[in-house]
């Protein structure tokens, strides 16, 4: 950890997503700040343009000090013209020193003298997150089109100054084979010990990215974090649209430790989003180079045609229907959805046990159509088939149901997969089978689920602890204990799953609007 003093930020206060509802700007919190140290690519696909576009597109704000102009397009890079040493200087303090931002992450670091500044400038102003994983480094040396960034001059004090500060440092092969002295990587093996030796040189994570490993037919990187070794696999998505992977993936993990996650849940989270961004414009023309940029802000074309990407900040006001009880209140499910949305649920799941299945698909269906509109993602609980029959977002399944692997197979890279969990144990098992998140309880007792056994605040404690993936809370909880889960502070305990203290109610939008303000409250800052 390069920053020692204690962090203003006491809660995860920012995990909140704009909601249907208006409300008023008192109430809106600081959004989660990644400030870019990096060059400007005059293109676009890469550098300071592909780190704020990656950041907006993760509903994060991202700052800028700009180390370096480059002139270039997709043929290659006709220019650099570094910024003059006491600029940058002045940048940073510019932004350290107003904006707090919460993770800084660098890319493009052209001289040892810009590297030191930073590392004084850090010093000055620590950055810190949830008291860890503020520090981003993307060790850029040579662009795609193989011209020189930053020479082997910086080579020493990346390695003696920048890395010792570093939570988590991204290399390609070519970079690692650089900080290493030249070492051959050729196999995973070699990538394996390549992250080893690296993390002698002081950074919490490394994550060697294994994108241009010959004969690999998936896309691998291997995260080291002293202690483990994590594998992300994912398949190669064939286009030339590809410029600027590296920024944006160091961005993309920078942007999810600002909403709080840890690195591996940060690493999984950001690739999908790579991934998914390259699948989406790989057909895109711009220039007539072959280093051609990619469309970072897929999420804007459009969500009729678009996956809804799992963000952890969705997990804030879950909101899981019951037919019985809309049947009680004698308002449709489709009814009780919208309501729900337009109090500010953030995420919904429709959770239907004694229906036939034909009448879930149509309920889920029109449900769906519903949650689009607003942009809010849509989960069907334990029906793996009706997820894919009616293109939800994604599901929610217990231990009894099929184990998050097969899940993760039946449904592919993109959709939300999220498992219950009461231990330690099944939230590994959880996070291995490649689940995004976890829901954790009954927290407290309740009628809406027999045979639950009720885990207490302890219980999910435990839980958020050993999770890797982000939590969110369920059982019982409603407006008179919202606060006291939340006020666990546990950094990727992200919201609250209700199922009767919203739809067990005479107005859902009433109670849904009071349980957000109530949990935005809870996860205010105090600085
Ligand atoms: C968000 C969330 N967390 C936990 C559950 C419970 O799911 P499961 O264990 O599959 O039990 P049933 O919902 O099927 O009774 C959930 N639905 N949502
Ligand atoms: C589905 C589920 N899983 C664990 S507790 C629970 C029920 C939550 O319902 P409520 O919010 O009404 O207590």
Redesign the pocket.
């Known amino acids: 950890m390069f920053c020692a003093s204690p962090n203003p930020l006491v809660s995860s206060m920012w995990n909140l997503k704009p909601r249907a509802l208006t409300i008023s700007s008192s109430m809106e919190p600081k959004i989660p700040h990644v400030l870019s140290v990096a060059g400007s690519d005059s293109g676009a696909g890469a550098g300071i343009q592909a780190d704020l576009k990656a950041c907006a597109a993760r509903g994060v704000y991202c700052s800028t000090v700009i180390t370096a102009v480059t002139a270039q397009n997709t043929v290659g890079v006709q220019g650099v013209n570094v910024v003059p040493l006491d600029f940058v200087e002045k940048q940073l303090k510019s932004v350290l020193s107003d904006m707090r931002p919460h993770v800084v992450k660098t890319g493009m670091l052209p001289s040892t003298e810009i590297i030191k500044i930073l590392c004084q400038s850090l010093r000055e102003f620590p950055v810190q997150v949830f008291m860890k994983e503020a520090l981003v480094v993307d060790p850029v040396m040579v662009s795609t089109s193989g011209d020189v960034l930053a020479g082997p001059s910086i080579l020493d004090s990346l390695r003696e100054e920048l890395l010792p500060m570093a939570d988590v440092v991204t290399p390609n092969i070519k970079e690692a084979s650089r900080l290493l002295g030249c070492a051959p990587l050729e196999t995973i093996a070699d990538m394996r010990s390549a992250a080893k030796s690296i993390h002698k040189f002081g950074p919490r994570n490394v994550l060697v990215k294994g994108g241009d490993l010959q004969h690999s037919s998936d896309a691998v990187d291997i995260l080291y974090d002293g202690k483990e070794f994590f594998e992300f696999r994912s398949s190669r998505v064939k286009t030339q649209n590809s410029h600027g992977t590296g920024c944006t993936l160091a961005a993309a993990i920078a942007a999810e430790l600002a909403k709080g996650s840890q690195v591996p849940s940060a690493v999984k989270v950001a690739k999908r989003y790579v991934e998914t961004a390259l699948e989406y414009s790989k057909d895109i023309l711009i220039g007539n180079g072959n280093q051609r940029p990619f469309d970072h802000l897929l999420k804007l074309k459009g969500s009729f045609c678009m996956p809804h990407l799992f963000d952890p900040q969705d997990l804030f006001l879950y909101a899981?229907t019951d037919s019985r009880m809309n049947k009680r209140w004698g308002r449709s499910m489709i009814d009780a959805v919208k309501a729900a949305i337009e109090g500010g649920a953030t995420i919904v799941q429709i959770?239907e046990k004694d229906v036939e299945t034909r009448n879930f698909l149509e309920t889920a269906k029109a449900c769906l159509e519903i949650c689009r509109s607003f942009g809010v993602p849509l989960l069907i609980n334990d029906r793996i088939d009706v997820a894919l029959a009616c293109d939800a977002d994604g599901v929610h399944i217990g231990q009894s149901d099929m184990p998050a692997s097969i899940a993760r197979a039946l449904l592919g890279p993109t959709k939300i997969i999220g498992v219950?969990c009461k231990t330690p144990e099944q939230a590994e098992q959880a996070f291995v089978g490649g689940a995004d998140y976890i829901?954790s309880?009954?927290v407290?007792p309740?009628?809406?689920?027999e045979n639950?056994p009720t885990i207490g605040l302890d219980g999910l404690r435990t839980a958020c602890l050993a999770s890797k993936l982000p939590v969110v809370a369920?059982?019982?909880?409603n407006a008179s204990n919202a606060h006291s889960v939340m006020k666990l502070g546990l950094p990727n305990l992200k919201g609250v799953?209700?199922?009767?203290?919203l739809f067990?109610r005479e107005s859902v939008s009433t109670e849904t609007r009071t349980l957000y303000e109530l949990l935005a409250e809870s996860t205010r800052v105090v600085s």
């Open positions: 899981v959770r219950s829901g309880g009954g407290y309740t009628n809406t689920k639950n369920i059982g019982g909880i799953a209700v199922v009767s203290a067990d």
